[in-house]
Every structure is written in structure tokens, then in C-alpha cells.
């Protein structure tokens, strides 16, 4: 494994000569074994449960994979099996290897190009809600460990062809095991693949390089340049004479579950408030996405589902819209922002101050974080600072919660408003009792019903100046340790329905009501209609009154029940 010796240096030579340090290929062999059967602890644990490993087969065929793993592994560290790049190579295997080890063993996720996105797109207080003991422990044993052997092992000093020879020859060889074991080994690994297709997004570090390297790809596929302009010919539709401006409440929800809501038949009493107003809940709605970063674009856009997964440019939004054909918009964010959507409308943070207002209380806002009531506190302020005009035509404000992110459940409601108890208290979920996690995250939905209440509480005081309404819908829905799973953000084909369906709450104010422009009494016999994210584009533009060729009335999920 080590070159052969060189001259002797005199007084500059280190203290290990070119005979006794490491060949960086022995490094690279032995990071890929360590990886493929150590950091890939979430994988194994997960093959080893299916009923088909169970045999001395299966067995086999788990060891094979493992060996694939190493291969492809010394395969990749070959090419880098240089001097200077293969500790910097290793480290970095190690290291992504670690974390995704912790995150999918922790918390049931797997590493694709959905979950990379919302790793790049965090904030720095959602990675302090993550961080724990026991990851730093994961990790260090992962990684920490071998680092450390890693950055003590001396390396030898090498000659270019010789060294460049063994690289070739090692990369030709982990390439022929790989391609033997692919063909011994086919009928179970497309057999596991095709049956468990998550499986291979738990292949550790592979996942994440794949995911880094799919999202560079789509970055560079993306032409550049502004989004393309929708609602060119965008109109206010006429309105019955004495009839008021609309103004319309999207209240974006966050990691609510549908079956977690009483309005939808949830034995507890999550909803106390909310069912004692005239509030409308959709019982049958499902998510466009399974994380906030592909729903919230989304929900905002005309395209709908399967043509945004399609889309070849970006496009403006519903928002852009609203705009465009002369209302009012506002966006007011309390969690990690709007994704862009908000970028060409007029937009603030929950904690941001408004000038001439009374400052957010502590009680409200820590500093860092705020409860979501803060969304409401300077409301009247922030809607006064938008245009005159605009606002006489109408009014779509967009209040992004907090909702009920995890894993820090027990966060998202203030002490005096935490009706379950006992609460979970730790980020490490499945160390919680499960009774205290479901109690801290239905604490959660509790302070979400009472701050609705109060947006309908602030949108009855409007009603002499407009018609107002309210919509809430959550993003995506939550894991909560069914099938060992917890928290959200499963590729969708594979999700569980926990992370899709989600609920979606309607509400009219007394004179949208009054004027017929909505039957509410038709709405509440289409509680069951099978609805998505796709209808919130086309269902907001039907309550707005505007008109636009975007706008599909089959998709406004209203148009059944509005006044011809
Ligand atoms: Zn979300």
C-alpha cells in the first residue's frame, strides 16, 4: 500500500517519511466500509424489518448490499485518493453521512431532493429546534470518531503515475464487485426497490449527493429572468349596486393534520372556539406537497398539481394577480417566509415593528420567535400603510403561521393555553411518551382555533367597510409516530396521509352572506367533496369577484354554491 521510499530529505524532512504513512487510497477503502456499514444504520434497520429479509437469502442479500454500498463508496473516494483532497473528500462523506443518519434514524424522514430543499431554505431557530443531545452523540460516534483518526493518520508522500495506476486500478475493481453484485444479486434489489421505493433514499451519503446534485441541475434547467407574468387581462367583475369590497383572509396553516381538527370529528376538543362561530370545515382536502418549500408555491399557483411539478418557468402567483388586477395585497409571515411568493407584493414579518406602534409584547414574541396572535397584533397599522385606492377595490391578506412546527410542539401554544397535558417537552420525539406528544402537538391545534377566532373577531369589525371572508388551509400534515414515522416532507408518492391530508376552513362574514353571493347552506352540504391545494387559486378568485383566464370555475370549489 505505501509508495516507495524516497531520498533521503536531510533536516526538513517531516518525521514520517514517504514509507510509513498512509496511502489515501487504504483511507478511502476504509472511510467506504465504514460508512456503508455503520452510517447506514437507518437503512439496515429498515431492510432488516421487511418480512422478505427474514430468510438466509434475504440475509445474503442484505450483506450483498452493504458490500454494493462500500463499492460505489471506494469508488467515488478513488477519484480523490490524492494527497491534498482525500481527507476533505472523506471529512465531508462522513459528516453528511452522520447528520442524515441522524435525521432518518430520529425522525422516520429520508434524504431526497424535497428534503435537501427545505435543508437549504431553514432558518437558523428551525435547526436550533432540531438540535439535540442525543444528535450530537449520533453524530459524534458517525463521525466525530473516525475525524478524529482521520485527522491524526499521517499520509504518505507519493509519486503521480504509480499513485494514479493503484487509483485506477482500485476504481476499475469496486466498479466490477458493484456491477457483479448488481447481477447476482437483481431479482431482490428490484424486487426491494420497486416494493419499499423509499429505500433508496436512505442510502447514506449517496441520497444527499444525489439530492445536492439533482437541485444543481434543476437550478441550471430554470432559465433565468422574472417569473412569467399571469392575469394580463385581470378584472374586478362588476359588483351589485351597494354592495361592499370584498376582503378576504387567507390564513396559510402549518403542520396541521385534518384528523386532528374536532370540527372534522377529532374526539378531543381542539376547536372550542372556532364551533362557535358559523365556521365551514372541508373534511376530504389533500396537500399539493408534503413540506412547506413544494406546497406553499403550490397552493399560489394557477397550474395546479401536476403542471407545477411540470412546469418549465416559474410563473407568478396569486398574489401577483390580486395586484395586477388592482386590489390590494398584503403578506405578513411569522414563520420562515413566503418562498418568493410574496417577493412583488407588499410583505412583513409578524415581528417586524410598525412605526407609531405599540411594541410586540414579550409575551408574544421572544425575541426570536413570535406566537402566531402576533400576526394579528399590528394588523390594522400594516393594512392602513397599502394603497387608498387598491383598498376600495378590495382586499387578500395572507397571514403565514407557525401552526403547529415541529418538533417543538409544546412551543407553538403560550402556557396559559395548553388544555392536554402532559406536554413533550423534548425535540427527540420518539423518546417522548406518546400520549405527551400527541397532547403538546393537539396544544398546538388548540392555539391555532383560538387565534382563527380571533382573525374572524378582527374581520367582524370590517364588515361596515367590506365583505369580508376567511379561508384556512394548512400546508401539509404531520407524522406523529404512526409506522415510526414523525414529523413531514416523505417524497408525496410514498408519504402516509397524515402528511397530505390536511384542513381547510371556510368562513363569510354576515353581509357576503346577507347579499346571496354565497349559499352557505349549499357549502355546508359539500363538506365531503374530495378537494386539494389545486382549488385555492381558482376558489379565491371566484370570492375576490375578479376575473382572469387563469381562473378555472370547476376548480373554484365555491362556484357550485355562489349566486349565478
Ligand atoms: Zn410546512
Not at 73 to 90: C, D, H, N, S, V
Not at 160 to 176: D, E, K, M, S, Y
Not at 325 to 336: E, F, P, R, S, Y
Not at 544 to 564: F, H, M, N, Q, V
Request: glycine content about 8%.
Amino acid at each position: 500500500m505505501n509508495s516507495p521510499g524516497h531520498p533521503q530529505r536531510g533536516r526538513h524532512t517531516p518525521r514520517f517519511d514517504a514509507t510509513d504513512g498512509w496511502n489515501p487510497l487504504t483511507l478511502g477503502v476504509l472511510a467506504g466500509v465504514w460508512i456503508a456499514a455503520l452510517s447506514n444504520w437507518p437503512l439496515w434497520r429498515a431492510l432488516l424489518a421487511l418480512p422478505e429479509t427474514a430468510s438466509l437469502r434475504g440475509a445474503l442479500f442484505v450483506l450483498g448490499f452493504g458490500v454494493m454500498i462500500a463499492a460505489l463508496l471506494t469508488a467515488l473516494l478513488a477519484l480523490f485518493a490524492w494527497r491534498f483532497t482525500i481527507k476533505p473528500m472523506i471529512a465531508f462523506l462522513l459528516l453528511a453521512a452522520a447528520f442524515g443518519a441522524h435525521f432518518m434514524g430520529s425522525y422516520g424522514v429520508v434524504i431526497d431532493t424535497t428534503m435537501m430543499t427545505n435543508v437549504l431554505q431553514t432558518d437558523p431557530r428551525e435547526v436550533r429546534d432540531l438540535m439535540s443531545w442525543r444528535m450530537l452523540a449520533g453524530v459524534g460516534a458517525l463521525a466525530g470518531v473516525p475525524l478524529l483518526l482521520l485527522w491524526r493518520a499521517p499520509l504518505a508522500r507519493l509519486r503521480f503515475w504509480p499513485q494514479a495506476g493503484r487509483n485506477l486500478i482500485t476504481l476499475i475493481g469496486a466498479l466490477l464487485v458493484l456491477a457483479l453484485l448488481v447481477f447476482a444479486l437483481f431479482a431482490d434489489l428490484s424486487a426491494t426497490m420497486r416494493n419499499h421505493r423509499s429505500m433508496r433514499y436512505l442510502i447514506n451519503p449517496l441520497n444527499s449527493l444525489y439530492a445536492l446534485g439533482d437541485l444543481a441541475a434543476q437550478s441550471n434547467a430554470k432559465p433565468a429572468g422574472p417569473p412569467l407574468p399571469i392575469g394580463l387581462d385581470a378584472r374586478i367583475a362588476p359588483r351589485a349596486a351597494g354592495a361592499r369590497p370584498p376582503m378576504m383572509m387567507v390564513v396559510v396553516g402549518e403542520t396541521a393534520r385534518a384528523d386532528h381538527f374536532a370540527l372534522n370529528g377529532y374526539a378531543r376538543a381542539t376547536n372550542p372556539e372556532l364551533r362557535a362561530l358559523d365556521v365551514l370545515s372541508f373534511s376530504r382536502v389533500m396537500s399539493c406537497g408534503t413540506s412547506t418549500a413544494t406546497s406553499l408555491p403550490c397552493m399560489f399557483s394557477h397550474l395546479g398539481k401536476a403542471d407545477y411539478e411540470a412546469r418549465g418557468r416559474d410563473h407568478e402567483n396569486l398574489l401577483d394577480l390580486v395586484q395586477r388586477a388592482g386590489m390590494a395585497v398584503l403578506w405578513i409571515d411569522n414563520q420562515a417566509g413566503c418562498k418568493g411568493l410574496c417577493a412583488r407584493v407588499p410583505n412583513a414579518f409578524a415581528r417586524d415593528a410598525v412605526a407609531g406602534a405599540p411594541a410586540l409584547p414579550a409575551s408574544l414574541c421572544d425575541g426570536e420567535e413570535c406566537l402566531d396572535a402576533a400576526l394579528l397584533h399590528d394588523l390594522d397599522a400594516r393594512i392602513a400603510a397599502l394603497p387608498a385606492a387598491a383598498r376600495e377595490r378590495g382586499v387578500l391578506l395572507v397571514l403565514h403561521q407557525m401552526g403547529s412546527h415541529g418538533p417543538a410542539y409544546a412551543k407553538r401554544s403560550p402556557p396559559e393555553r395548553k388544555p392536554f397535558g402532559p406536554e413533550c417537552t423534548t425535540n427527540v420525539l420518539q423518546q417522548c411518551d406518546h400520549q405527551a406528544l400527541i397532547n403538546a402537538y393537539d396544544n398546538s391545534i388548540a392555539y391555532t382555533d383560538h387565534v382563527l377566532a380571533q382573525t374572524i373577531h378582527w374581520l367582524k369589525q370590517q364588515q361596515s367597510g367590506f365583505d369580508t371572508s376567511l379561508l384556512y388551509v394548512s400546508d401539509h400534515g404531520e407524522s406523529l409516530g404512526e409506522n415510526n414515522l414523525y414529523l413531514h416532507g416523505l417524497p408525496y408518492a410514498v408519504a402516509p396521509v397524515e402528511q397530505k391530508h390536511v384542513p381547510m376552513l371556510l368562513w363569510f362574514g354576515a353581509r357576503a352572506a346577507d347579499d346571496g353571493q354565497v349559499r352557505v347552506d349549499c357549502l355546508r352540504a359539500q363538506r365531503d367533496v374530495a378537494l386539494t391545494h389545486d382549488n385555492l387559486f381558482h376558489s379565491a378568485l371566484g370570492v375576490l369577484g375578479i376575473t382572469a383566464s387563469e381562473y378555472k370555475r370547476p376548480l373554484d370549489a365555491l362556484a357550485p354554491c355562489r349566486a349565478p
